[in-house]
């Protein structure tokens, strides 16, 4: 296999996150603060993390940033859309997720990242609605203003490249339909203003007639069509999703690999949330909390394979809940039982109690996609981008293939692309060659 080139990360790069709620000011107030030394990048691959490199016994695990060329979190610009007007220091108040203290120390830098008004319709999102909404006489109309925006951004901000990273609600749930078939369907269907088009998807369609790089932080179909899947191969950019894998998910793909790897069987796994910010708020709706859990509940049935065996996993009762309450803000506590089944039929139980803070485990993943993002882009690497499963909960995969959920494999994965992208040794964990 060939090693690619890897263009520069030279200039700025504009990360623009759609929505500037609970994880998009989680995720800018964080590197306003890791840049000015308040705090450390904890959660972060491309920050914190390391690639061991060749034989064991040669000793070398540089950090990932110092193999590949990632941009600085200096040269970081952040920009975004949203329907409530407030600067993001008054989002990240509001949020409710960090600190009044630390958010005072950034407090000019989050006041300057104002939201631009957004391509926004309640039909998709039923539980918001705001005032800092554009107009326009039909979806392709509202695509063309923002484009206007993201040129406008670069230009404003002397910017060298953009990347584009949905963080807003969770739309709808919602089925591939004909419009969504072509380019040239979907941009008719843009026109006559097609139902079948949420705000997500002109979004992603205004990234990629930008040459801006796209992922999608929620379950929304947005970028899972043909239509918008030829404009990003047509156009030579990487895409990836869907929806930020960050807690209760996050746990169950690292444990069912494991009861999968003793092959134990699982008769049942029930999954509950308390939850009590915006996105709980807006998941309590049952057609948005329908394309979640649709998201959710993929991820057992590919770890466990009943098709291979039958035996250990068919008649698995897989519930996910999510609940929304308002004590809790966005510190989520989520409760799993597993109901295992192990030699001669003997059954066990594994429970769960996750407390967790949902915007505090998905900004890392924010950062990185974006970084990540930049440098395929930089790499020449266009469509799906499957090495980044690793970060979502439904992670996108070529026609024909299943998607990998296993959290260990998915890493394997990243880390051998990157070992590809500079040329290295890729790492099989074969070493027949350490007993030679
Ligand atoms: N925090 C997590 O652990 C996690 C994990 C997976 C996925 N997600 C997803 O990430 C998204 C963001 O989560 P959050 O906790 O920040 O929610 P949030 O409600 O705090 O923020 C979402 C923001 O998006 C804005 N918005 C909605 N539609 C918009 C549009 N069309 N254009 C511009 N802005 C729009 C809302 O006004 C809101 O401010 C949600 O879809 C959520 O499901 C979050």
Redesign the pocket.
């Known amino acids: 296999m060939k090693t690619p080139e890897i263009a520069p990360a030279k200039g700025k790069l504009g990360i623009l996150l ?9 995720t800018i107030a964080g590197v306003l603060a890791i840049r000015k030394g308040l705090a450390n990048p904890i959660g972060s691959l491309t920050q914190m993390g390391t690639v061991r490199l060749g034989k064991r016994t040669e000793g070398r695990s540089p950090k990932i940033k110092e193999i590949v060329p990632l941009a600085e979190l200096d040269n970081v610009v952040f920009g ?5 007007a407030d600067n993001s220091y008054q ?1 990240a108040r509001t ?1 409710g997720v960090l600190d009044a203290t630390l958010l005072d120390q950034i407090k000019p830098e989050l006041e300057a990242i104002t ?1 631009m008004s ?4 309640q039909r ?2 039923k539980r ?1 609605d ?1 005032p800092n909404v554009k107009k326009g006489k039909n979806k392709r109309d509202l695509a063309e203003q923002l484009r206007a925006d993201i040129r406008g951004f670069k230009k404003q901000h002397g910017l060298d490249r953009l990347v584009m990273v ?6 709808v749930f919602l089925k591939e339909t004909a419009a969504h078939q072509s380019i040239e369907s979907f941009e008719k269907a843009l026109e006559a203003n097609d139902l079948s088009i949420p ?2 998807m002109v ?1 992603a369609y205004a990234a990629l007639m930008e040459d801006v790089p796209f992922a999608n ?4 179909l947005t970028v899972d069509v043909p239509a918008i899947m030829s404009l990003a191969q047509q156009r030579k950019l990487p895409v990836c999703g869907k ?5 209760q998910t996050w746990l169950k793909t690292v444990i069912a690999p494991g009861i999968k790897a003793r092959l134990l069987g699982v008769e049942g796994w029930y999954s509950t949330n308390i939850l009590g ?3 709980g ?3 309590d709706d049952p057609e948005s909390f329908k394309t ?1 859990e649709e998201s959710k509940k993929s991820v057992l049935d590919y770890i466990l394979q009943p098709h291979l065996y039958p035996g250990l996993y068919e008649n698995l009762h897989h519930v996910v809940r999510i609940n929304y309450y308002p004590p809790r803000g ?1 510190n ?1 506590e989520g409760w799993d039982n597993i109901d295992l089944v192990g030699w001669l039929g003997y059954k066990m139980q594994l429970k769960i109690n996750f407390l967790c803070r ?2 505090i ?2 900004a890392p993943i924010v950062l990185d996609l974006a970084l990540f993002l930049d440098l395929a882009k930089r790499t020449g690497m266009s469509g799906i981008q499957e090495w980044l499963s690793f970060y979502f ?1 439904s992670p996108m995969h070529a026609p024909g293939l299943y998607p990998e959920h296993d959290l260990f494999i998915q890493l394997m994965k990243l880390k051998n692309t990157l070992r590809h992208m500079v040329g290295e040794e890729l790492i099989t964990h074969l070493g027949l060659e350490y007993y030679d």
Do not use: H, M, Q
């Open positions: 759609v929505g500037l709620g609970a994880v998009s000011t989680t975004g859309w949203d329907i409530f989002a949020a939201p957004a391509v926004f319709d998709y999102v918001l705001g949905w963080c807003g609600s969770t739309e705000s997500s979004y932080g929620a379950p929304n929806d930020f894998k960050t807690g910010n915006r996105d708020e807006v998941l979640k966005d989520k949902d915007s485990l998905a909960k």
